[in-house]
């Protein structure tokens, strides 16, 4: 009797596991059509005042942040003083586990009118739920700098979210300890092999670590890898790398293995590099003075003006790049800056209400809302009617004058397993327990695996 | 004889009353049951169905059959290692286990400042792991308190980066877990220990036993059915509650020496969006856990 039940109750669960799979989840041709009958009832502005009231919901992961919360709330209030029947919802979110929470609402099908996203892969990986913007936003797409650079579906080509930044990746050295250390604070290093001489004074003249990285949640190579990547790599490498058909045992990316492991070998990094993170341990070791060098961010956070605000304008140097291959690049100016992506607004699909979401994206795009970003976080604005008069920073300008050559970061889009991948690789290496070819094999073989 | 009427009356009232209580007994048991099946089996089923699916959140599920088991048994290195690991934090039980039961027993016999050290046992527990894990994330640096301290007083060999070392990432985060939660193994204890005999113990120590024969002829017998439930309990906490401090203190590395499936689970349904994939994981571990409970259960029976 007892043997009976047990088969009976295994039987079930067999066949309820089964029927489930079976099953469709809501999928997003089921809310399309959802979509499709709110766009008719849905509000235009003419109609304002026969409209009923409705509130749009905005997820980001960066209101919670003092220098970017005046923006959205400015914006927000703005756009329901314009349209008195929407009421804007700003709800911020962890950053460390934003991806986790669009990815339930993308699960659930449903959620927020307006996500915030980094442009790349972690945007592109979720573009099936995004609203295409193109016959929303028209000729204005023009007034955006390399929007088919990151904010694009990767298949059809269209425009799936609008940029409010640039973000990209430099070097910044603290040029006190430059002096410190007996060097030129006014000559940063122009090639690699420049760079491991005055590493090499840096850890000899003075107690300051040479870099700061932060080894524990993979950044670290990314940003430097990305970095290695746009001085090694010609325009028809970032070519194949775009089009995935750059092997990781390509001599190419085994070079940015190699360098990092050579950077750990030497002993560039802070002590602990394993487990501190990039945000914010290694940036705040830079801003303490504890490293001369480290990589950086061009836009809004862990960068130029943040490091500026530490350490004084005048003890902050960068530079884009070294010379790592001269074969590639012999002049440091011809370097592509590592840079593209950023972060912007886009509209998922499960919107009842995709022309007003739309309006609040293009409100938070316009060149005023740039401004005001620009104003308190000082970022780099990725629109072409910007009055330049107003971007007074010489930082700022300096970055914006790199731009005008610049390569996607190989990190912003490389699928995200293959990130963790070599996050994990790159850990070992920093700590000396695999060699680069070692970790070349295991890129392979976790490549072929997938 | 004459009361043979008397045992027919009671014997056709039993039977009536069973024959009740068989119609009435279950209506009412039903409530419950439903709520079970709505709110606990069928999710639960729903979920696991999922497992047999490649599916990413946003496409309608793929049913793949058993592909996403295969590859976890085959073909998935990191799968492997988080095994591996959750079998070094297994082994680990035993002071899981002991440690607080040795400090419960101190406190019930009342050493010097046991109510202090009873509070100060469980304080740990009613902080949130996040809390606790960022704490000792500043404790454990290179430059933290911890390595201070071991410069401080003549042992600055020791003094290493704890969490960004292979060899002792893993016993580090353990540590801090154990740390966090033996406060309730404490107190639970301290119940069981609460309504054991104290006649017993008075006899042990009048026989002439010493403190560890009396732990292991009178104590652990007494209370065995709590160190049982309370080994469940950790098995379960190890299995299913690491998260956070992984999460916090390692972010599963070095490499891969903090990766347990748990970890997996959430790196593969919110980092990496395959929903299918990690509800494998998830019902591997579900399964796991269910023989460890039904071992412990039948043992449990069969000694009673």
């Known amino acids: 009797m007892r043997n009976k039940l047990l088969t009976l109750i295994g039987l079930l669960v067999v066949v309820s596991m089964l029927a489930t799979a079976c099953v469709p989840p809501p999928t997003p041709e089921v809310i399309e059509k959802v979509v499709e009958k709110e766009v008719v009832i849905t509000a235009t502005p003419e ?8 509130t749009l919901t905005i997820w980001d992961f960066k209101s919670g942040e003092e220098v970017f919360a005046p923006y959205t709330r400015i914006i927000a209030e703005r756009f329901m003083e314009k349209y008195p029947h929407v009421t804007v919802e700003v709800v911020p979110q962890p950053h460390d586990e934003y991806y986790n929470v669009v990815g339930a609402a993308i699960a659930a099908g449903e959620g927020p009118d307006v996500l915030l996203f980094h442009g790349g892969t972690r945007l592109t990986e979720r573009q099936d739920v995004l609203l295409p913007l ?12 390399n929007l088919h650079n990151g904010w694009t579906n990767t298949e059809t080509g269209e425009i799936i979210a609008l ?24 000559k940063p290093p122009i090639t690699w092999d420049e760079l491991v ?34 001085s090694i790599f010609t325009p028809e490498d970032h070519a194949r790398f775009r089009a995935i058909e750059m092997p ?39 801003s303490a003075g504890r490293a001369a060098h480290t990589q950086g961010l061009i836009s809004d956070v862990a960068h130029w003006k943040m490091f500026s605000d530490y350490l004084g304008a005048n003890n902050v140097g960068m530079f884009k790049n070294v010379v790592i291959d001269p074969e590639v690049y012999d002049n440091v100016e011809d370097i592509p800056i590592a ?106 073989e976790f490549y072929d695996a997938r | 004889m004459t009361l043979k009427p008397w045992g027919q009356k009671l014997a056709r009232l039993t039977y009536q009353r069973r024959e009740v209580e ?14 079970l099946v709505v709110f606990r089996f069928y999710p639960l089923l729903r979920g696991m169905g999922y497992a047999l699916t490649d599916w990413d959140g946003m496409h309608p599920p793929e049913f793949v059959g058993l592909a996403n088991f295969e590859r976890l048994l085959f073909r998935d290195p990191l799968f492997h290692d988080a095994i591996v690991n959750l079998f070094k934090v297994l082994l680990t039980l035993p002071i899981w286990i002991l440690l607080p039961l040795i400090l419960a027993l101190l406190i019930h016999q009342r050493v010097p400042g046991w109510r202090f050290f009873r509070a100060a046992f469980f304080f740990p527990y009613v902080l949130s792991a996040v809390i606790v894990a960022a704490i000792f994330t ?13 410069r401080l007083v003549g042992l600055g060999a020791l003094a290493v980066d704890w969490l960004g070392t292979l060899d002792t990432a893993l016993p580090t985060v353990i540590g801090v877990a154990l740390w966090d939660t033996f406060g309730v193994g404490v107190i639970i204890y301290l119940a069981a220990l609460a309504t054991m005999e104290q006649d017993l113990m008075d006899a042990a120590t009048v026989d002439g036993a010493n403190w560890f024969q009396s732990l292991w002829h009178v104590v652990i017998p007494s209370i065995r059915p709590t160190i049982e439930f309370y080994t469940v309990l950790t098995i379960k906490m190890m299995l299913a509650g690491l998260f956070a401090y992984i999460f916090m203190l390692t972010s599963g590395g070095p490499g891969t020496a903090t990766y347990l499936p748990e970890y997996l689970i959430w790196e593969n349904m919110g980092k990496l969006n395959r929903l299918g994939y990690a509800t494998a994981i998830s019902t591997l571990v579900f399964f796991v856990f269910m023989i460890v409970i039904v071992i412990q259960v039948r043992w449990q029976v069969r000694r009673v």
Not at chain 1, 174 to 181: F, L, P, R, S, T
Not at chain 1, 429 to 437: F, N
């Open chain 1, 248 to 286: 990781y045992d390509d001599p190419k990316m085994a070079k940015q293995l190699e360098l990092w492991y050579e950077a750990s070998q030497r002993g560039w990094w802070q002590e602990g590099a394993a487990s501190e993170t990039t945000y914010m341990d290694s940036h705040d070791n830079f």
């Open chain 1, 163 to 186: 940029p409010i930044t640039i973000q990209g990746f430099v070097y910044y050295y603290n040029k006190q300890i430059y002096e410190e250390a007996g060097l030129d604070p006014e």
């Open chain 1, 47 to 54: 109609l304002e005042e026969e409209l009923e009231p409705i």
């Open chain 2, 22 to 35: 068989s119609f009435w007994g279950p209506l009412f048991v039903l409530p419950a049951i439903l709520l």
């Open chain 1, 197 to 230: 001489a005055n590493c090499e004074q840096i850890m000899a003249n003075t107690d300051k670590s040479c870099f700061t990285v932060g080894g524990k949640d993979g950044h670290g190579i990314r940003f430097y890898g990305s970095l290695y990547a746009a």
């Open chain 1, 339 to 444: 840079a593209g992506g950023g972060i912007g607004w886009s509209v998922p699909e499960w919107t009842p209400n995709p022309d007003m979401a739309v309006e609040l994206v293009k409100e938070l795009t316009s060149p005023d809302g740039q401004l005001l970003l620009f104003n308190s976080a000082a970022t780099i604005i990725p629109r072409n009617d910007i009055d330049p008069d107003l971007i007074t920073s010489p930082q700022a300008k300096q970055v914006n004058e790199w731009l005008k050559n610049a390569e996607m970061p190989i990190f912003y889009i490389t699928p995200t397993d293959l990130n963790s991948e070599w996050q994990r690789q790159s850990s070992l290496l920093l700590l000396g327990e695999i060699t680069p070819e070692e970790a070349t094999q295991a890129m392979v």
């Open chain 2, 138 to 150: 500043m404790v454990l640096k290179v430059d933290g308190a911890l390595n201070s301290i071991l």
């Open chain 1, 134 to 145: 193109d016959e929303y936003i028209g000729d204005e797409a023009d007034s955006f700098i």
